[in-house]
């Protein structure tokens, strides 16, 4: 079981620390604060299910450059910004990067709150998402190059004597690999193959034979 969801808060003001804390516990959330980007990154699970909450100024690594940090390293932890200093070129350059939204102190509670629950509901999807996308990668990294060939034919359509003239091979071959194809990408049908192949993040290079 993968590590429960967290929200974080970096961010020096103590009343922006208390609300968020509070809304953690009305939702029954996990929640830990640190004052500085820097010490964020040094605890912080790469892969820890949850939202960050954070000032854009900071001392130090400013909020930004966090969210941008995070990205680098391939991190998708949902970001909302808060600020007492609300400029609009960071606002856009935050939205532009991903964030969920830039809120101005004083924090209406409620709209925190909206923005939290938006946060980790997107984070949940989008790691529902990068699941069926692993699945879908794992399957088609079984297959070898030859099988691929074969694969990509079908999925254009094509008879198994057309496949098995274009590559040049029997068509007893193209069978076996056909075979192959279904059960290592647990299908049964050319329209489900479709389906697999299309799937946003299904198209990394398959295996050598």
């Avoid at 029954?28 to 954070?54: D, I, W």
């Avoid at 969920?100 to 984070?123: F, G, M, N």
Wanted: proline fraction near 3%; hydrophobic fraction near 40%.
């Amino acid at each position: 079981m993968g590590a429960p969801t967290k929200i974080f808060i970096v961010d020096s003001d103590e009343s922006v620390v208390a609300i968020v804390r509070a809304i953690a516990e009305e939702m029954q959330v996990p929640c830990e604060s640190f004052v500085q980007a820097e010490a964020f990154l040094t605890a912080y699970e790469g892969n820890r299910p949850g939202c960050l909450v954070t000032e854009i100024r900071l001392l130090g690594m400013n909020g930004i450059e966090l969210q941008e940090m995070l990205a680098a390293d391939c991190s998708s932890l949902p970001v909302i910004f808060v600020t007492g200093h609300a400029e609009t070129r960071l606002s856009v350059r935050a939205m532009q990067n991903g964030a969920i939204t830039v809120l101005e102190k004083p924090l209406s509670l409620q709209e925190l709150w909206d923005a939290v629950r938006q946060a980790l509901t997107h984070d949940q999807k989008t790691r529902r998402l990068d699941a069926k996308h692993s699945d879908v990668r794992r399957r088609l990294a079984h297959l070898t190059k030859k099988e691929r060939h074969v694969l990509d034919l079908m999925i254009q359509g094509k008879a198994n004597k057309v496949i098995a003239s274009r590559l040049n091979v029997s068509l007893r071959t193209v069978e076996a690999r056909r075979h192959q194809i279904f059960k290592k990408t647990k299908t049964d049908s050319v329209a489900e193959l479709v389906r697999l192949i299309l799937m946003p993040g299904s198209d990394d290079d398959s295996a050598e034979s």
